[in-house]
């Protein structure tokens, strides 16, 4: 089956390329499938339970062409962390308007975080992620080094293009607070399998951003008159 998978990308490459070579664009959706592919498995079967050779044959690719891309498993794996990651980051320029006021900013940052930190898939990699580094640890540092590093570091830098209204300076810390505030508490009931409605988690999420404006802001700014935790926009 594997070898029949391979001479039909072999014959596919050299139809789309005439010299053998797959098109940039066939390339790009043999990849998106490669990682889809994975992903899944990995979130269904766990990190032990996927192995190379079945991705290959359920991607429809030769077991050459996916070690190529991807040496072993925790390369995949570190790409399937990495694809899910850049999904959250991409919107992230747009909670950085200069005409915006800082909690507004924060508020719908929070809420971007939380939420694609709570879809089905993020859940369910965390959880791979939590299971397997008990016995594999370098899993745990794969992930913050695929994940969360990136996920500070976009925080830090919109933290930092508004520094003169934030009384701290070590911009990193207050994103990994920030983080830790704001979505922290919901992926950790989610790992339970306990899920809170929106508005319970609205009401979190802003009460988080509340909490750490009061210790990052500047004290001479105050904040937006009549906004509470509680109330609405």
């Given amino acids: 089956m594997v070898q029949s998978t391979a001479n039909a990308d072999n014959r596919s490459a050299r139809r789309a390329g005439g010299g053998g070579r797959p098109k940039a664009s066939e390339v790009e959706r043999r990849n998106e499938r490669i990682v889809h592919t994975a992903g899944d498995m990995f979130m269904r079967l766990g990190f032990d339970g996927t192995s190379m050779e079945a991705v290959a044959q359920t991607a429809r690719i030769s077991k050459r062409t996916l070690y190529a891309r991807y040496p072993d498993k925790a390369t995949l794996f570190s790409e399937v962390l990495g694809d899910l990651v850049r999904r959250w980051l991409v919107p992230l320029d747009r909670f950085d308007s200069e005409q915006d006021n800082l909690e507004d900013i924060l508020l719908a940052l929070a809420r971007h975080l939380t939420s694609s930190s709570l879809t089905p898939e993020s859940v369910s990699v965390n959880r791979v992620i939590i ?102 926009d």
């Fill in 131 to 232: 299971f397997e580094s008990q016995r594999r640890p370098e899993l745990g540092q794969l992930a913050n080094n695929a994940a969360r590093r990136p996920a500070i570091a976009a925080i830090a830098s919109i933290l930092s293009r508004r520094g003169s209204e934030l009384r701290v300076t070590d911009y990193k810390m207050a994103a990994e607070q920030f983080l830790g505030l704001t979505v922290g508490h919901g992926v950790h009931l989610a790992n339970f399998g306990i899920e809170l409605t929106p508005d319970e988690m609205d009401r979190y999420v802003r009460a988080s951003v509340d909490l750490f404006l009061s210790g990052a802001r500047r004290c001479e700014l105050t904040r937006t008159p009549g906004r509470t935790a509680n109330s609405g």
